[in-house]
């Protein structure tokens, strides 16, 4: 096998992808080769760009996810759609429920979100 690509500091989504494409058909390459150090280099351009991507500001759970929501075009259907109760999802991000832990882990893959920090207290606003 030989590199197919010279790689550069992943950009945007479509880099990743093709980074994480080609780390799939080399993954197993032998330690030394050249697939061996394309590979180790794809994992240092693939961490850095996620540790990028997870920068986010110190917010509160539901702003991190409402801020997220935007940078992916998605809606409140969008996240019913993943967890399969849209009233529920209209309450948490209503601040009228507490996020739940399968919500939790179900966001944070959808919204690429660490789950720490969706595991974050924050005040609901009380009914009326």
């Known amino acids: 096998m030989e590199i197919k690509n010279n790689w550069y500091l992943l950009e945007n989504e479509a880099d990743f ?3 994480k494409d080609r780390y799939e058909d080399i993954k197993t390459s ?3 080769s050249k697939e061996h150090k394309e590979k ?5 351009l693939m961490s850095e760009y996620e540790n990028k991507l997870w920068d986010l500001p110190e917010v509160d759970p539901i702003e991190i996810i409402k801020i997220r929501m935007q940078d992916f075009g998605y809606n409140a259907a969008t996240l ?3 967890y399969g ?3 529920t999802v209209s309450k948490v991000l209503n601040y009228k429920q507490s996020l739940s832990l399968s919500m ?3 966001f944070s893959q ?3 979100i660490p789950a720490e920090w969706l595991i974050k207290e924050y005040p609901l606003k009380k009914a009326v």
Do not use: Y
């Not at 180790?40 to 240092?44: I, S």
């Open 40 to 44: 180790m280099l794809l994992v240092h």
């Open 17 to 19: 992808e093709l980074a």
């Open 110 to 112: 959808l919204l690429k």
């Open 85 to 87: 109760d849209k009233g």
């Open 104 to 106: 939790i882990r179900k």
């Open 80 to 82: 019913a759609k993943e």
């Open 30 to 32: 032998v330690k030394g």
